[in-house]
Nanobody, 127 residues
Framework: VQLAESGGGSVQAGGSLRLSCVAS????????LGWFRQIPGKEREGVAV???????KYAGSVKGRFTISQDNAKNTLYLQMNSLEPEDTAMYYC??????????????????????WGKGTMVTISS
């Protein structure tokens, strides 16, 4: 499946952004879906994942501020980000994993079993 992220940009702390990830080549409902982020020079970090039943798992640093969702009719994954902090500055990637419910969500949040990745969209939060 091919993935294309959009919606990144530069906002001040406390602001909001909504990232989108449009998929082509297959139906997103067949996959576990996730958002990940990476700061240059640092390891990739799982942000949020969602399985085929709509169950979600968030990184502790974003829980209560970010919401992952999907629109199967549009074959699109979203990440609503509120109360943004400078520490949220990173390149954000969406990813899919074969088998919507194959692995536990905590494992998926590490990137385990996530097979296809987008090219990313940059989010910059200023203080």
């Amino acid at each position: 499946v091919q993935l294309a992220e959009s919606g990144g940009g530069s906002v001040q702390a406390g602001g909001s952004l909504r990232l989108s990830c449009v998929a082509s080549g297959d139906t997103l409902s067949n996959y576990c879906l996730g958002w990940f982020r990476q700061i240059p020079g640092k390891e990739r970090e799982g942000v949020a994942v969602i399985d085929g039943d709509g169950n979600t798992k968030y990184a502790g640093s974003v829980k209560g501020r970010f919401t992952i969702s999907q629109d199967n009719a549009k074959n699109t994954l979203y990440l609503q980000m509120n109360s943004l902090e400078p520490e949220d500055t990173a390149m954000y990637y969406c990813a899919t994993g074969y088998g919507a419910n194959r692995y536990p969500l905590p494992a998926r949040l590490t990137g385990y079993g996530m097979n296809d990745w987008g090219k990313g969209t940059m989010v910059t939060i200023s203080s």
